[in-house]
């Protein structure tokens, strides 16, 4: 019954008015869900395996959100996690994304815009399955436990510059354009393609010898960016 549907999702959500809302949202969208309303049954269901994506609260009882994420990721979970939460300030996001969170919302938030980052997510684990490791040169990238090295010397990225990287690979040897990259990398169907381009410069500076003559992720003119195919023989 459950191959019916887009996907499988765990909502964790202690508000109980919010999460009938988001599960009459995502239910018309086409997923299954599953809601549960604090941090221990969240830790427990999504490590065993059977979902497609974590809609997480930061503020549940029982075992809060940062927690969870933490507890998930040490054990070596890759399912992907959405933080959902009413705190506005940066350090939570940016403790949630260091955690191992995938994204993350601040309520309140459109449906529409919930959608599209889930869609972009459940693509991204697509492109995880398609290419779990593969190199640049001197640059390694694990893609499944999402490290990066140079020269055996691990390279900081955030979370989007890893989901780009991903996407890119998932593609090598085809040139993608800037629209197609919104929309697969941030779930943005209008939105300025100057987030690319800047998201782009920065993965060059780290992983490049040369940025400004870049050898690996170079841009195709009037068609996007392309991670260089590999070197037959």
Not at 4 to 27: M, N, W
Not at 98 to 106: F, K
């Given at each position: 019954?459950?191959?019916?549907?887009?996907?499988?999702?765990?909502?964790?959500?202690?508000?109980?008015?919010?999460?009938?809302?988001?599960?009459?949202?995502?239910?018309?969208e086409g997923f299954w869900?599953?809601?549960?309303?604090?941090?221990?049954?969240?830790?427990?269901?999504?490590?065993?395996?059977?979902?497609?994506?974590?809609?997480?609260?930061l503020t549940l009882p029982g075992q809060s959100g940062l927690e969870v994420c933490r507890q998930l990721r040490n054990r070596g979970v890759t399912l992907?996690?959405?933080?959902?939460?009413?705190?506005?300030?940066?350090?939570?996001?940016?403790?949630?994304?260091?955690?191992?969170?995938?994204?993350?919302?601040?309520?309140?938030?459109?449906?529409?815009?919930?959608?599209?980052?889930i869609h972009a997510m459940m693509r991204r684990s697509r492109w995880v399955a398609m290419v779990d490791s593969c190199h640049l040169g001197p640059i390694e990238v694990d893609l499944l436990r999402a490290r990066v090295t140079k020269h055996q010397q691990p390279v900081d990225l955030t979370t989007k510059e890893l989901m780009l990287l991903q996407y890119l690979f998932s593609r090598r040897g085809c040139a993608i354009s800037r629209t197609e990259l919104?929309?697969?990398?941030?779930?943005?169907?209008?939105?300025?393609?100057?987030?690319?381009?800047?998201?782009?410069?920065t993965l060059r500076r780290k992983l490049e010898d040369d940025p400004a003559c870049p050898a690996y992720i170079v841009t195709v003119p009037r068609a996007g960016y392309m991670i260089r195919p590999e070197p037959i023989g």
């Open positions: 019954m459950e191959d019916l549907f887009k996907g499988r999702i765990l909502l964790a959500e202690d508000d109980s008015q919010l999460a009938s809302v988001l599960t009459d949202t995502l239910l018309a869900v599953l809601r549960v309303a604090d941090g221990l049954q969240a830790a427990t269901l999504a490590g065993e395996g059977s979902f497609d994506l974590l809609l997480l609260d992907p996690i959405l933080i959902l939460t009413g705190w506005t300030d940066t350090g939570h996001k940016v403790t949630s994304l260091r955690l191992g969170a995938d994204d993350y919302m601040t309520k309140p938030f459109e449906p529409e815009e919930l959608l599209a980052r919104l929309a697969e990398v941030w779930g943005y169907r209008s939105a300025s393609t100057r987030t690319v381009d800047v998201h782009v410069a």
